[in-house]
């Protein structure tokens, strides 16, 4: 149970925000998560979203990288709500069961080289403040440097919602998989 009231209707709103809520819907099938929460301040949750939004179209990432993105990030704070939802969306944008795995036992057999690097670089910066030189170098040589931009943006993003979720206690999904904390 949340640690305040979840707004999960808009009719909890004023209406000049009910057009906010109908594109949350839209977007994420209801109103649950961390929105519940942030829409205790509109505004706030209108930028949020609108970058949530902006991560998902206008990124380099990959269907693949995001899900791997929000997973780690989970992990690294133990998010119990992003995990639930993320697990299943990565499994539906094609990754394997063993590199979901990986990452909740926090190993890194299952997971490809570049997927391992991705995994290290968010989880160092999710759980520290760092990263380390090796990784970073080999992660932009892959990639470019607009996608390294992106992968540390979308893992700042993910450390907001999970901050936010695990601040106000916000329990996981009941349809999402389990994070063994």
């Not at 119990?80 to 993320?86: E, K, T």
């Not at 590199?99 to 968010?122: F, H, M, N, P, W």
């Amino acid at each position: 149970m949340a640690r305040i009231t979840q707004i999960t209707d808009k009719s909890q709103l004023p209406p000049e925000h009910h057009a906010l809520a109908d594109r949350i819907v839209q977007a994420r099938g209801g109103l649950r998560g961390p929105y519940s929460i942030l829409l205790h301040d509109p505004a706030i949750t209108d930028k949020v979203d609108a970058l949530a939004g902006a991560l998902r179209s206008d990124s380099e990432l990959s269907g693949q990288d995001f899900v791997l993105t929000a997973l780690s990030v989970a992990r690294a704070k133990d998010c119990l709500f992003v995990w639930s939802v993320q697990a299943p969306n990565a499994r539906k944008a094609g990754v394997s069961d063993q590199a979901i795995e990986a990452i909740r036992d926090r190993k890194t057999s299952g997971l490809s080289e570049d997927q391992a690097d991705l995994v290290s670089y968010v989880q160092q910066l999710a759980g520290g403040a760092r990263v380390d030189q090796s990784t970073f170098d080999r992660l932009k040589e892959r990639h470019s440097v607009r996608w390294l931009v992106d992968l540390t943006v979308a893992t700042g993003h993910f450390g907001l919602i999970s901050g936010i979720n695990n601040a106000f206690e916000v329990p996981p999904s009941a349809e999402g998989d389990k994070l063994p904390v």
